[in-house]
Structure formats: structure tokens, C-alpha cells
């Protein structure tokens, strides 16, 4: 069974940077989708970006656009969303997202998330 671990969240202030890890165990990353979500309390949550073995250039929501980078290392098993010039609109809860590619019914999976503050 996959499991996610999300980490590197924190308290940080307008303009600078925190990386977050996505950390997997129980399955072979390769054969996942992995995303980054956010959620703000009662907001929906919303995706930022996702990256899997086939994709060179990844999509990211306008909003992160310049700012947010994602990445993996496959010998650490771990997907990376590295932030920069961080925003107070950034704060939020964020969460990784494993799918598991040509699954029917679609399987997905989520970690517990980490907070994101950005503050002064």
C-alpha cells in the first residue's frame, strides 16, 4: 500500500522560500501521477502542479506560475515542490497526491498535508 508523507511546511515571510517533500513508501513511484494541492479552510481544495516519468516541462496553476517548482528524485523516492517568493495568499494546508496511472477505477491517494504560513 503507498504511502505519502508530506513535510517541510512552516512559518515563513512574504518573499521568501520553503521546499516541500512528498516523501512515498509502499509502491514504485514510476508507476504514479504525483501532485501538489492546497487547501485554505473552507475553500476547496486546488491543484498547483503535477510531474510524472513522461513529463519534461510540468504544468503549474497561474497563481504559482515563475515561483513554484516541482521535481523528483527517484533514488529518495521523494517529489519536491520548491517555493519561492512566497506570497501571504500561499498560506495554506498543503497536501501531495499519488494517481495511479491506467488505474480503473481511478486510484488515487493523499497524504495528511503540511501548513504553510506565510506571514510577518
Known amino acids: 500500500q503507498i504511502q505519502l508523507v508530506e513535510s517541510g511546511g512552516g512559518l515563513v515571510q512574504p518573499g521568501g522560500s520553503l521546499t516541500l517533500s512528498c516523501a512515498v513508501s509502499g509502491d514504485n513511484l514510476e508507476k504514479y501521477t504525483i501532485g501538489w494541492f492546497r487547501q485554505v479552510p473552507g475553500k476547496e481544495r486546488e491543484g498547483i502542479t503535477c510531474i510524472n516519468y513522461e513529463e519534461v516541462i510540468p504544468e503549474y496553476r497561474d497563481s504559482v506560475k515563475g515561483r513554484f517548482t516541482i521535481s523528483r528524485d527517484n533514488a529518495k523516492n521523494t517529489v519536491y515542490l520548491q517555493m519561492n517568493d512566497l506570497k501571504p495568499e500561499d498560506t495554506a494546508v498543503y497536501y501531495c497526491?499519488?494517481?495511479?496511472?491506467?488505474?480503473?477505477?481511478?486510484?488515487?491517494?493523499w497524504g495528511q498535508g503540511t501548513q504553510v504560513t506565510v506571514s510577518s
Open positions: 497526491n499519488a494517481e495511479l496511472v491506467h488505474s480503473t477505477p481511478l486510484l488515487n491517494y
